[in-house]
């Protein structure tokens, strides 16, 4: 009798998390391009926050939040064989309240999101994060089920990625 009230009540948080909107997974939507693996993921209760380094270049690090959490996509190029310094992977981050309505930012107001672009490769001084500062992204949908298009571009390095859809549920 306990375990089934137990199941019972777990449902019914459940349920009622999702009638409040707030969000539990995130799940890709756009293609990956070929030779490539693509990943999304939802850092929940986290928070990033923005540093810089002794020369002065962009990084984060993520502390815990009740109000936020955090999406963070990957591109990793696929490398055939054991080629020294043919790594490629690029990554954007960013932070979304716990239970988001409608999102639209463009250019720097992206940067309410704490955005960042991230490129790694041998590429010598085209590695490293930056602000995302030129794009836009957009959220909406119901209180279940949300989609979300962010397109953007970072001038200062070469990119491969400049859009990505998904879904927030």
């Known amino acids: 009798m306990k375990k089934t009230l137990a199941i019972i009540s777990?449902?019914?948080?459940?349920?009622?998390?999702?009638?409040?909107?707030?969000?539990?997974?995130?799940?890709?939507?756009s293609d990956c391009?070929?030779?490539?693996?693509?990943?999304?993921?939802?850092?929940?209760?986290?928070?990033?926050?923005?540093?810089?380094?002794?020369?002065?270049?962009?990084y984060y690090e993520l502390a815990e939040s009740a109000a936020t959490n955090v999406i963070k996509y990957e591109f990793l190029?696929?490398?055939?064989?054991?080629?020294?310094?043919?790594?490629?992977?690029?990554?954007?981050?960013?932070?979304?309240e716990q239970n988001p309505d409608a999102v639209?930012?463009?250019?720097?107001?992206?940067?309410?999101?704490?955005m960042l672009y991230g490129r790694f490769c041998f590429c010598k001084g085209q590695t490293?994060?930056?602000?995302?500062?030129?794009?836009?992204l957009n959220i909406n949908g119901t209180n279940t089920e949300k989609t979300g298009l962010l397109e953007f571009e970072v001038p200062e390095v070469p990119q491969v990625i400049r859009s990505i859809a998904f879904t927030l549920k």
Do not use: H, M
Not at 10 to 19: E, R
Not at 77 to 96: M, P, S, T
Not at 128 to 136: F, I, P, R, S
């Open 10 to 29: 777990l449902f019914l948080l459940s349920c009622s998390a999702q009638k409040q909107g707030i969000v539990s997974s995130v799940s890709l939507k």
């Open 77 to 96: 190029r696929i490398v055939k064989g054991n080629i020294q310094d043919a790594g490629y992977r690029e990554e954007v981050i960013f932070e979304l």
């Open 33 to 58: 391009p070929k030779n490539a693996q693509c990943t999304i993921e939802l850092i929940k209760n986290k928070g990033i926050v923005l540093k810089k380094d002794e020369f002065g270049r962009d």
């Open 128 to 136: 490293g994060y930056y602000k995302v500062e030129k794009g836009a």
């Open 104 to 114: 639209i930012l463009s250019d720097k107001t992206l940067q309410n999101s704490k």
